[in-house]
């Protein structure tokens, strides 16, 4: 198993905050914000990790984060000129995952609970996460039947089938980098990973795990403080780095 955090994006609704350094690089309490989501990972075990940037905070990247050494991993750099979408990040990442399995996060999402179990035992098929939500048409949603099983995903739906929201964690096996090459530009232009989902949910793999612990998106103001509220309250006492 590798991962993959995605840390592109010009952060618009955090200006002027994001005017001289990356949204993922502001900081939550006592860490800068990508430190959540790398003890997400590191705390599962992975070792090898790909670090995917705008092209105008490489350099903050690599001098904050180094090569991994300090932290026990190896870190992997690559450039995302332009959002383009999140299953791009399964692209770029083709030579890097070599053929293995891959675990996905956000760089600005920032959970209480610790998905340890979840990736380490992962096998085969894609396993994504839901959170019962006030606001579900603001992300990708889930649809479950009466058993909890997982009938429909959709991006941003303007009439949402259930509060399910889909957070920026993602495990898929090796099959994902093709299925990637295969999805479509959404009318937004992007390659939506919500296709992704789709494409595993038609395979009859895609595993759906619902949790209750705190989320933050920390993508606006807002959240920015209630991400450092979690953090000071609860989340500094149990990382990794």
């Known amino acids: 198993m590798k991962g993959i955090i995605l840390s592109g994006g010009s952060g ?34 992975i070792k090898d990790i790909l670090i995917i940037v705008g092209p105008e905070r490489a350099g903050d990247y690599l001098n904050l984060l180094g090569s991994g050494k300090e932290f026990g991993v190896k870190f992997t750099y690559e450039i995302q000129d332009q959002p383009r979408g999140l299953a791009e990040a399964f692209i770029i990442g ?6 293995e399995d891959v675990t996905l996060i956000l760089g600005d999402n920032i959970f209480e609970d610790d998905f ?10 894609g396993r994504i996460f839901a959170k019962e939500v006030p606001d ?8 479950f ?51 992704l ?15 209750t612990g705190e989320w933050i998106d920390a993508g606006t103001f807002e ?14 006492k149990n990382l990794v780095i």
Do not use: C, W
């Open 12 to 45: 618009t609704r955090l200006r002027p905050l994001t005017k001289i350094t990356s949204k993922q690089l502001l900081p939550i309490y006592n860490r800068p914000m990508i430190f959540y989501p790398l003890n997400t990972l590191i705390k599962a075990g």
């Open 94 to 99: 083709e030579s890097f995952l070599d053929g």
């Open 116 to 125: 340890t179990e979840a990736i380490t035992s992962f096998e085969k098929g």
């Open 136 to 143: 579900p048409e603001r992300f990708g949603v889930v649809e």
């Open 145 to 195: 039947d009466d058993a909890m099983k997982a009938i429909s995903v959709e991006e941003k739906p303007k009439q949402p089938k259930s509060h399910f929201a889909l957070p920026g964690l993602y495990i898929y096996d090796n099959r994902v980098v093709q299925f990637a090459k295969e999805v479509l530009p959404s009318e937004r232009g992007e390659l939506e990973i919500v296709d």
């Open 197 to 211: 989902h789709q494409r595993y949910l038609e395979l009859g793999e895609l595993d759906v795990r619902t949790f």
């Open 223 to 236: 959240s920015l403080f209630a991400a450092n509220r979690l953090a000071q309250e609860k989340l500094h």
